[in-house]
T-cell receptor, first 114, second 112 residues
């Protein structure tokens, strides 16, 4: 049982290049999230999805796009990478809308934009 | 003002000591509070959660919420070197739906 799997684990981009981060979960979770983590800033929500075919903006959505074509996958895209997008990106998923919303995280994708 | 804030540390303690971690929060409404543990270069994992007030104990870990002072605390008894990690507090205030807000994390180092 893999849980939440993120690919790639590491990537180096040049300014202006594009890329897609893939998140896959095998827990049949309804909700999925993309966070970024920067030193001293904690985890900040970029975009999230409450079900297949839905997406919504989080706290820091600018410069990113997402898609949830299949329930188990949540893709994060950078159309024109900027150095400010150098960060560690975490995908998470959760089952429950009500009560304690327990998130299961992936191992992270470390992105460097030169 | 951020929803939850915590001291970044690092907090260094000898093995066997009690680790005391705190977060302050701004929204006084009834809500869930969570503690996540994150090892270096890994994703966060849930330690425990509480609802709005009181204590919750799980083995060596105790979570407390003090509504009057808007503090949430995590205590680790009999700390072990394997407890060395970054601890993140998080809350889910009403109206935020299923979106958690995280503190910046406190790095803990337990020395053998």
């Amino acid at each position: 049982n893999a849980g939440v799997t993120q690919t790639p684990k590491f990537r180096v981009l040049k300014t202006g290049q594009s890329m897609t981060l893939l998140c896959a979960q095998d827990m049949n979770h309804e909700y999925m999230y993309w966070y970024r983590q920067d030193p001293g800033m904690g985890l900040r929500l970029i975009h999230y999805s409450v079900g297949e075919g839905t997406t919504a903006k989080g706290e820091v959505p600018d410069g990113y796009n997402v898609s949830r074509l299949k329930k188990q996958n949540f893709l994060l895209g950078l159309e024109s990478a900027a150095p400010s997008q150098t960060s560690v990106y975490f995908c998470a998923s959760s089952l429950s809308y009500s009560g304690a919303n327990v998130l299961t995280f992936g191992a992270g994708s470390r992105l460097t934009v030169l | 003002q951020k929803e939850v804030e915590q001291d970044p540390g690092p907090l260094s303690v000898p093995e066997g000591a009690i680790v005391s971690l705190n977060c302050t929060y701004s929204n006084s409404a009834f809500q869930y509070f969570m503690w996540y543990r994150q090892y270096s270069r890994k994703g966060p994992e849930l330690l425990m959660y509480t609802y709005s007030s009181g204590n919750k104990e799980d083995g060596r870990f105790t979570a407390q919420v003090d509504k009057s002072s808007k503090y949430i605390s995590l205590f680790i008894r009999d700390s072990q070197p394997s407890d060395s990690a970054t601890y993140l507090c998080a809350n889910a205030p009403p109206g935020a739906g299923n979106k958690l807000t995280f503190g910046g994390g406190t790095r803990v180092l337990v020395k053998p």
